[in-house]
Structure formats: structure tokens, C-alpha cells
């Protein structure tokens, strides 16, 4: 059973950092294209990054380039995102999303984690 | 970039009701769309993917069309389970969200 558990959320001020940490189990990680999305709250869904299974290939939404960088470690099935110069607008869940197959787009989302949730304010 | 749009932005409905939700892509992006649900405080779930392809272990009451830019997803019979939010994606470049459309119980 896939299984994708994000942690690292909690809140923050304007213009400070956070990174968070996505554990996946259930598939075989490096195989797979994984990505990050987010919602505000009572909002929609938002794509936020995408990295390809041997981090060659790194594709940000434009809000975030910059600011957010995705990164992955292979050897302890593990995704990350680094968060820095935070905005009262990235507040939102954060989720970890594993791409459906292994070949094909990149952004044919799959699997779901739980979700966590990034506020930031003063 | 491709914008996608949804219709209804909300629906009312009765268990047992057949729902149709369009969604519009802004270009031509062949079948590359999916259809995700998401119930209130939970993560969202794939669907359907390749606009009519069911996602494995989703009841057959839910079914996928169109190609090109005009897209489909029907429910033929609506149960207490399926109310939640529904969003479409396209995956042809850079992806994109529908808006969502959340289904009520009438």
C-alpha cells in the first residue's frame, strides 16, 4: 500500500523559512516522479513542484520559483521542500503527491499524503 | 499556460440522482486530463486519469469522457459517499487545477 506522510508544517512569520519532509513507503521510491501541491484554506488545489525520479528534471510553479526549492533522497525514500522568504499567501495544506505511473507526464497525480499545514503570519 | 474551468461551480443533488460535471480546457490537450474527489479535511483522491480511464478500486457509478478541450464526469447514480468536492487536472504541460464542484445533498 503507498503510503506518504508529510511533516516539517507549523507556523512561521512572513519571511522566514520551513522545510518539509514527505516519507513515502509502499512502491519503489526512485522509480517514481514526485511532487508537491497545495490548498489554502477553503480554496482550490495549487501544483507547487515536481521532481523527476533521479532529480534530473525540477518544473516550479511560477509563484514559488525563487523561493522554493524540491529536492529527494532516493536512499531513505524521503521529498523534501526548503520554503524561504515565506508570504502570507503560501499559507496553505501542503501535500506530498506521487505520480500515478512510472513513465508517462510528470504531473499525472496518483497517490495523495495526508497533508500539512504552512500558516504564516505575524 | 493551460487554463482548465468547471461547471458547475456547485450542484445540488438526491442519492440516486445522475450528475454531470463539465470541465473546459483553455487549448487542445488531447486526453491528458484526470479527474480527483475530495471530502471535506481529506486529501483528494484519483478518479479517473486519461479522461475516461477508472482508477483502480473506484466504483464503476463513475465514468470519464471527452478529449480535445470539453470533458466529462458522470455519476450515474449518486451515493451518501460521493458528496465531496470534484476537481479536474490537465497534465499536457504544466499542470493545472479546475476550480472545483462541490456536490451537495439536495
Known amino acids: 500500500e503507498v503510503r506518504l506522510v508529510e511533516s516539517g508544517g507549523g507556523l512561521v512569520k512572513p519571511g522566514g523559512s520551513l522545510r518539509l519532509s514527505c516519507a513515502a513507503s509502499?512502491?519503489?521510491?526512485?522509480?517514481?516522479?514526485m511532487s508537491w501541491v497545495r490548498q489554502a484554506p477553503g480554496k482550490g488545489l495549487e501544483w507547487v513542484a515536481s521532481?523527476?525520479?533521479?532529480?534530473?528534471?525540477?518544473h516550479y510553479t511560477d509563484s514559488v520559483k525563487g523561493r522554493f526549492s524540491v529536492s529527494r533522497d532516493n536512499a531513505k525514500n524521503s521529498l523534501y521542500l526548503q520554503m524561504d522568504s515565506l508570504r502570507a499567501e503560501d499559507t496553505a495544506v501542503y501535500y506530498c503527491?506521487?505520480?500515478?505511473?512510472?513513465?508517462?507526464?510528470?504531473?499525472?497525480?496518483?497517490?495523495w499524503g495526508q497533508g500539512i499545514l504552512v500558516t504564516v503570519s505575524s | 499556460d493551460i487554463q482548465v474551468t468547471q461547471s458547475p461551480a456547485s450542484l445540488s443533488a438526491s442519492v440516486g440522482d445522475r450528475v454531470t460535471i463539465t470541465c473546459q480546457a483553455s487549448?487542445?490537450?488531447?486526453?491528458?486530463l484526470s479527474w480527483h474527489q475530495q471530502k471535506p479535511g481529506k486529501a483528494p483522491k484519483l478518479l479517473i486519469y486519461?479522461?475516461?480511464n477508472l482508477e483502480t478500486g473506484v466504483p464503476s457509478r463513475f465514468s470519464g469522457s471527452g478529449a480535445g478541450t470539453d470533458f466529462t464526469l458522470t455519476i450515474s447514480s449518486l451515493q451518501p459517499e460521493d458528496f465531496a468536492t470534484y476537481y479536474c487536472?490537465?497534465?499536457?504541460?504544466?499542470?493545472?487545477f479546475g476550480p472545483g464542484t462541490k456536490v451537495n445533498i439536495k
Open positions: 487536472q490537465h497534465y499536457d504541460n504544466l499542470p493545472a
Open positions: 487549448q487542445d490537450i488531447s486526453i491528458h
Open positions: 503527491v506521487k505520480a500515478l505511473l512510472r513513465s508517462g507526464s510528470f504531473y499525472l497525480f496518483g497517490h
Open positions: 486519461d479522461a475516461s
Open positions: 521532481i523527476s525520479a533521479g532529480s534530473s528534471y525540477i
Open positions: 509502499g512502491f519503489i521510491f526512485n522509480t517514481y516522479v
